[in-house]
């Protein structure tokens, strides 16, 4: 198996770097090198084996979502030099995350169970079941925390907290609603429904600009649209897309991240079963044929391509 679990490169010019759960960045004056490797977390751990295109599959959807959207909203990507890598603008993030449901699901869901109603300083409806597709869609922001959980936080709140001007959050609110709308509209195309995501931004000489990952499997929720109604009518659970089925693994077999579990045994099987899931996901998210890079050194291939770029 060949997968990529660290990189630790010395490039010219190279003035900070910082590892992730997935990605390890590197700085540079003015720009970011990307590389996102095969590492898989859940429940906040990061799992001791990695999973062969997992990056792969991670950067190019991303990719693909960038150029996509970049007409709504300027993007920090300026090149992606190799299937794992993306190259672009150093912005000042924002620090909050801009989440935005069209569902009732996940977070949400969970809250509104315990009788909240006001969520994120947004009201809801009486009488939502579980996956019912809401109103309209929501944002429900939440603070980007160095360390530890990110935190639910209102509109009302950021703004008298001072966290984003009144004007540069009622732009990240445009944003957010016309982002969604896109990718809404793109992957019902595959037959998928977008239930959740989220949006980073960040501001370079006084311009705003969509950051980081979009529309991923593990900053998105998906469900497959065609039985969906049938589903919610008979209180069933819904088909999703997303990396929930390694958290079904990891339950079954004893491990939730808490004190004192143990991470079971990732066999050679159950890899590549999640690799073959990953790239499932490409497949599906995007419409389009998963073309595997050549991966017999990749540490070497990536160094290679992201000098010949720089």
């Known amino acids: 198996m060949n997968a990529i679990k660290e990189t630790n490169f010395k490039f010219a010019g190279q003035t900070d770097f910082y590892r992730g759960k ?16 095969d590492r898989i977390s859940a429940f906040d751990v990061v799992l001791p084996k990695a999973i062969p295109y997992k990056g792969q599959v991670l950067n190019q959807i991303a990719y693909k979502n960038l150029e996509a959207t970049k007409d709504i909203v300027p993007n920090w990507v300026s090149n992606s030099p ?10 000042e993030p924002f620090k909050v995350e801009m989440v935005i449901r069209g569902y009732l699901a996940g977070h949400a869901a969970r809250e ?28 429900t922001p939440t603070t980007k925390a160095d360390a530890g959980h990110d ?61 980081d990952e979009i529309h991923t499997p593990d ?6 649209s065609e039985g969906y109604q049938e589903r919610q009518d008979k209180g069933e659970k819904q088909k999703q897309l997303s990396k ?39 497949e599906k998210v995007t419409g389009e044929k998963f073309t595997k890079a050549e991966n ?7 160094e290679k391509n992201v000098i010949a770029f720089l």
């Open 244 to 282: 929930e089925f390694v958290r079904q693994w990891l339950i079954e077999n004893g491990f939730q991240g808490k004190e004192g579990q143990t991470i079971p045994e990732m066999t050679e099987a159950i890899v590549n079963s999640i690799t073959d899931r990953y790239i499932e996901l490409y």
């Open 22 to 37: 997935v990605r390890d960045v590197y700085h540079f004056a003015d720009k970011l090198v990307v590389v996102a490797s």
């Open 219 to 224: 900053s998105s929720r998906y469900f497959y």
């Open 82 to 91: 190799d299937p794992n890598v993306t190259i672009g603008l150093k912005c």
């Open 296 to 302: 017999t050194n990749i540490v070497e291939r990536i």
């Open 112 to 139: 509104y169970a315990l009788g909240k109603r006001i969520i994120c300083g947004v009201n809801l409806p009486e009488g939502l079941k579980e996956n019912d597709k809401l109103p309209s869609p929501i944002i």
């Open 151 to 211: 935190e639910d936080i209102s509109r009302e709140e950021i703004l008298k907290q001072g966290i984003v001007s009144e004007a540069d959050y009622i732009q990240l609110e445009k944003y957010t609603q016309a982002l969604f709308a896109k990718g809404t509209a793109m992957v019902a195309a595959q037959g998928l429904i977008l239930v959740d995501t989220k949006y980073e931004f960040g501001k370079l000489n006084g311009k705003i600009y969509l950051i």
